[in-house]
């Protein structure tokens, strides 16, 4: 399974940047999708996920209402777009795949996880 990020880079806060992650090597309309993130000296945390039919999502309290996880399951690809950023919004941004397919609900937790893309540094400036 081959996870590949990109959409990061710096903006002002208030700004907005669209992630995007493709994948391959597993049938990708069958498993949730996640972002995570991981700012300098701090743990990796749950951002958003997307269940493997796009039908349920899930996003940690500080992002809800600015981000949105979306996917496109013909091009085999998950986006996170991301309004109204924040300094404290700075971090590598790495997608990842559920272990299990066609569950009921995405996945928060890291140990659901089981293959992560390379990660998108994500900058914003205040």
């Known amino acids: 399974v081959q996870l590949q990020a990109s959409g990061g880079g710096l903006v002002q806060a208030g700004g907005s940047l669209r992630l995007s992650c493709a994948a391959s090597?597993?049938?990708?309309?069958?498993?949730?999708m996640g972002w995570f993130r991981q700012a300098p000296g701090k743990e990796r945390e749950f951002v958003a996920a997307i269940s493997w039919s796009g039908g349920n999502t899930e996003y940690t309290d500080y992002v809800m209402g600015r981000f949105t996880i979306s996917r496109d399951n013909g091009k085999n690809t998950v986006y996170l777009q991301m309004n109204s950023l924040k300094p404290e919004d700075t971090a590598i941004y790495y997608c990842?795949?559920?272990?299990?397919?066609?569950?009921?609900?995405?996945?928060?937790?890291?140990?659901?996880?089981?293959?992560w893309g390379q990660g998108t540094q994500v900058t914003v400036s205040s």
């Open positions: 990842a795949v559920n272990r299990n397919p066609f569950r009921l609900r995405p996945g928060t937790q890291r140990r659901e996880y089981d293959y």
């Open positions: 090597g597993r049938t990708f309309d069958t498993y949730d």
